[in-house]
């Protein structure tokens, strides 16, 4: 009896020093669940399959970031749900009201936005482009002048085509818009000249369409700097070394070149070597 009380103590100090000052482990621990948000439309990053399950390049890392945590709280078992967010806004304050653990999607860390939530490790770089129709190509933004652009609201994107404007006085006209079906059905219905987005999430797009090749081109070059990075609450560093440790131990096997063959690879995108390089020098040893 007092070796089973023993035990049981034990148990409890270590799940207090696994937690330590952590609300999200805190709650994971109590409840047995693990709350993933995840944007549905953003391929090959994040999205909803044909039977309506969230998969992705994003979605598979925090995957195995949900396998660290359960290892680290000693859990048996670790339930995984997943909450669809689309706007940037409501990704944005999910994290920050503690509605989800995680935010797995396509999100660029920016200095803005680390007030109000913090990010892991670097998981993806990128960078934005206009893609448009092969009829009316738009090659570089000095090409869009006079033209109609969308861009999400709210996005990095959005700024960086604003800002290009403004600074080069081009006339673009700007269309908001709110997901990225909602790009794409504008652009294909000639209702915008060209939809602005990361050429991550372009690629995704073009290849969820037929005759890709034949219908869409795409701007030479990128607009702007995009670092991907999963959103987790600001503050909790116990919880962001979990998720930090479980991204190092990817980047340091075969496996994250693996991911990225199966979501970028197989759209024609090879490994750049600026996303070899960010692989490398976050592979951060134990």
């Known amino acids: 009896m007092l070796r089973r009380i023993a035990f049981l103590l034990a148990l409890a100090v270590a799940c207090s020093s696994a937690m330590a000052d952590s ?4 709650r994971i621990a109590e409840t047995g669940e693990f709350r993933i948000g995840y944007v549905p439309d953003a391929p090959p990053l994040s999205f909803k399959d044909f039977e309506g399950d969230a998969i992705g390049y994003s979605v598979d890392l925090c995957k195995h970031i949900a396998a660290t945590v359960k290892d680290h709280l000693g859990l048996e078992k670790l339930e995984t749900s997943f909450v669809p967010l689309v706007s940037m806004e409501d ?13 797995c999607g396509a999100t660029t860390v920016t200095l803005s936005r680390r007030e109000r939530v913090d990010f892991t490790l670097m998981t993806f770089i990128t960078g934005s482009a206009i893609l448009s129709r092969i009829s009316r190509p738009i090659n570089t933004l000095d090409d869009a002048g006079g033209k109609t652009i969308a861009a999400i609201r709210g996005t990095t994107t959005e700024a960086v085509v604003r800002r290009f404007a403004e600074i080069n006085e081009i006339p673009i006209k700007l269309a908001l818009i709110d997901t990225h079906d909602e790009g794409m059905e504008l652009l294909n219905a000639g209702r915008v000249d060209g939809y602005a987005s990361d050429r991550a999430m372009l690629i995704g797009q073009v290849f969820r369409a037929d005759n890709a ?7 030479r070059g990128a607009l702007s700097f995009e670092p991907y ?7 909790d560093s116990e919880f962001r070394l979990v998720a930090d440790r479980a991204l190092a131990e990817l980047f340091r096997g075969i496996r994250i070149r693996r991911l990225h063959q199966i979501w970028f690879g197989q759209l024609g995108e090879p490994m750049t070597p600026v996303v070899e390089a960010m692989y490398q020098f976050q592979a951060v040893g134990e």
């Open 23 to 26: 609300p999200t482990l805190e």
């Open 91 to 103: 990704r944005i304050s999910a994290v920050e009201k503690g509605d989800v653990d995680i935010e």
């Open 213 to 219: 090749k034949e219908e869409y081109a795409m701007s």
């Open 229 to 235: 990075a999963m959103m987790i609450r600001r503050g």
